[in-house]
């Protein structure tokens, strides 16, 4: 039984709309894969990992939405601990604005411009996992859209009872305003009642720094 026969398999999602349809036809189908799943496809990595994005949220909540893909954060100095441990299971690709690149012998390294790697386990298989590459400063967390704000990963992030980390939901809210879709609005809707001040206060100042006319200011 090889690597790849080991892995669990998951079946495609159904493309929400339009844009995922199209998107879909040019890249590629993504499964359906729980952060619990994701744990599943990471037993071998022993660096830290956490989930963000909509999941992230999700779990703060405890409430669900719909999700296109699961985005699972790693630093960015642990891709090769990535390939190491994954790399004979799932196929890792290098995505960023020029496109994907496989992350193999050819290319150990991811592109210079690419923030993130989509992994699946072969080519005719949808993709498992979009993993972020967060970088690091000195052992710590650093925000990637402001270089500045760095902090202990225990402090971004929080621990769940089912032992997977999550990125704070105020740090993901600061990530989601950029583009203030109905799913990220959504997403500030349902967390918005649940943050006390402090975690308002960073997403507050972030908006201040960043976005000094985002129409959420107005919410906190």
């Known amino acids: 039984m090889t690597e790849v026969d080991r892995l ?3 079946p495609a999602r159904t493309p929400a709309d339009t844009e995922q349809v199209e998107f879909e ?26 989930v963000s994005g909509g999941w992230a949220i999700d779990a703060f909540t405890g409430s669900t939405r719909e ?3 699961i985005d699972v954060s790693i630093f960015r100095s642990d891709i090769g601990a990535l390939r190491a441990a994954l790399g004979r299971s799932l196929h890792i690709w290098s995505a960023g604005p020029d496109g994907l690149r496989p992350v193999n012998d050819q290319f150990p390294e991811v592109h210079d411009s690419a923030d993130q790697v989509w992994m699946r386990p072969h080519a005719m298989a949808p993709w498992y996992l979009d993993v972020l590459l967060n970088p690091r400063r000195d052992g710590m967390w ?4 402001e270089p500045d704000t760095a902090l202990p ?10 032992g997977i980390r ?3 939901p105020e740090l993901v809210l600061t990530f989601k305003a950029k583009h203030d879709r109905p799913k990220d609005r ?4 349902r967390t918005l009642p649940l943050l006390d001040e402090s975690r308002r206060e960073t997403l507050r100042g972030y908006l201040v720094r960043r976005h000094p006319d985002h129409d959420w ?3 906190l």
């Open 8 to 10: 669990p398999t998951f």
């Open 25 to 50: 036809k040019l890249w590629g189908p993504w499964a359906v894969v729980t952060p619990r799943d994701s744990a599943a496809l990471l037993e071998g990595f022993d660096h830290p990992w956490w």
């Open 67 to 69: 999700h296109a893909d």
């Open 142 to 145: 650093v925000h990637r859209r």
């Open 153 to 162: 990963l225990e402090a971004a992030t929080w621990l769940a009872a089912d």
């Open 166 to 168: 999550y990125l704070n």
């Open 186 to 189: 959504a997403d500030l809707d």
């Open 217 to 219: 200011l107005a919410l």
